[in-house]
């Protein structure tokens, strides 16, 4: 069953009682009391890897249903939309982190190579009990450094991350993407996140080009060649993730998630919605619940 909500909450990781340094490590059975809240539907400005040792969880992120087993982890990637239900006697670890903690101790976005945080990625049970050994070690070393606190701590939890998500990524034959150039790359990376911030209210390319201080042919291209669409396809597919993820999670209006997406009418709205899905706001709606 579909949670639903009259406003989605916009979740940082301070909301969560982060010490302010843009990470959190909490056993699976504390944050599971802890952050009851979270099983409304909440959009979460940060990573979280959510592994299970013991039982496992249901989570809705997006318009996606995924149901967690044991020995599984999941990657959830920042600006979803997400619910879920954790067994009560699930046992495990959950930790959440923001690109900018990662990217303290690693140049160039590295953060963004690991190919399962670029979406939101379950890992299936590792193959390798070594491995399996290795992140357990790893894990318990770091909540301990996350619990002491030091001077040093955060440069050597991001260590520990680095060789988590190297681990979990290994375990499931999922590569370390190398971007094709990564001053393109940068520059992608770069519209994207002023995308997340614009979208509501710019849609001509022009004003992203304009703002990275290039050419919109030449940023048009680099979209084509490092995510095989155009910077109209990019704009207009963010737009409607959020239309879906309105019309999904809450009991707004199609009148309503027209105004907040900055459509000038309802009519319009249902247009462009229609031509992307082939039925309306509403039918979408219906097919979902």
Known sequence: MVVRTDEISVLTLEDMGSPNIGFIIS??????????????????MFYTIIYFEEEGG???????????????ALAIAPSSVCTFKINKEAKGWVLSFTDAFFSKRYNDNVLCDFSFLKGNTLCKQFENAEDMQRLYMIIDAMYDEFIRSGTDSKTILRSYLNIVLGILGRSNGLTVDIPYNREKE???RMFEKLLEEYYKLERFPSFYAEKLNISTNYLNRICKEGRNRSIGEIIRDRILLEAERLLFHTF????????????????????FFKK?????PEEYRKMHR
């Open 27 to 44: 056993p699976l059975r504390t944050f599971n009391q802890q952050y009851s809240f979270l099983s409304l539907p909440n959009q979460r």
């Open 252 to 271: 707004k209006t199609v009148s309503e998630v027209s105004f907040e997406l900055g459509f000038d009418s309802a009519s319009y709205f249902i247009t």
């Open 58 to 72: 249901r989570f809705t992120i997006d318009q996606s249903i995924v149901q967690v087993e044991k020995g599984e």
């Open 276 to 280: 992307k899905h082939g039925v309306s």
């Open 186 to 188: 940068s520059k992608i």
